[in-house]
């Protein structure tokens, strides 16, 4: 049971999460829809499972992951989990995802068919196939769109019928903060990556402008921020994120000063962060409707 926690990646899961609750929150003054809520949380957590799971399948087969590889201990590649084990789990979780999604697609017609779609072949393709997403430099972007827009649109969506200005925006900023956490993970398997051919973002551009791009996706969110704390005049939705800014700014040192198996903290602390600030804005949504 324990190998299988580990591969669950459970340090990860905030960024399914969080979109999700946001999300949710941005449809809290309609006619809300309780299923709706649970089911695209069910939907969202068993989607990162079903990757997390694949790219521990996908990175042992291709042999992307060995064992001098400095993040978490993976399961199949340290023989915990046998690799046709790991592949039935992906295949299926990847089908619990989908049975919890079939009410969201009734619900909410050809647009979620087509998110859902395309949330499949992503966690497939995200680490399988000739052409692996994370292999070529758009892991950060994947993170983003589905993390992000994707999560935050299609919920408030189903919720609303309708994409809002503010669903973008927040969208905008989770999805920010999802990449931070991708990025970190590709720093601190920059050389080993680099080593088995796996081109990652952070490989194509280099440790140094890897982390002023890091910078980059922690301190933007909190800039969105302050642009709505001034357009709405001092909403709660707009004040309550920076209660977490002191962990933006720890976290932005420290990158700079952590190196190596230290990046694992990194990671997690950077997961903490977008989980903190995802409560404090959902609280705000609910305070302020």
Sequence with gaps: MNAWILALRPKTLPASISPILVANALGWNTDYNWLVAVLTMLTALTLQIAVNFANDYFDFKSGVDTAERLGPQRATQSGLILPQHMRMATFGTLGLAIVWAVGLMIEGGLPIILLALASTIAVLWYSGGPWPLASVGLGEIVVFLFFGWAAVLGTEFLHTEQL??????????????????????????????????????????????????????????????????????????????????????????????????????????????????????????????
């Excluded at 301190?219 to 357009?231: E, S």
């Excluded at 950077?270 to 404090?280: E, G, I, N, P, Y």
């Design 164 to 289: 809002s200005l503010s669903g973008w925006w927040l969208g905008t900023q989770l999805g920010l903060i999802s990449a931070a956490i991708m990025l970190v993970n590709n720093i601190r398997d920059h050389n080993t990556d680099s080593q088995a051919g796996k081109r990652t973002l952070a490989v194509r551009i280099g440790l140094t402008r890897s982390h002023s791009l890091y910078r980059f996706l922690l301190i933007t969110p909190f800039f969105m921020q302050a642009l709505a704390f001034i357009v709405t005049g001092s909403s709660v939705a707009a004040v309550l994120p920076f209660l977490t800014a002191p962990i933006m700014i720890r976290l932005i040192r420290q990158m700079g000063e952590r190196q190596g198996e230290a990046l694992n903290s990194q990671l997690a602390e950077t997961a903490r962060l977008l989980a903190l600030f995802s409560l404090t804005l959902t609280i705000g949504i609910i305070i302020g409707s």
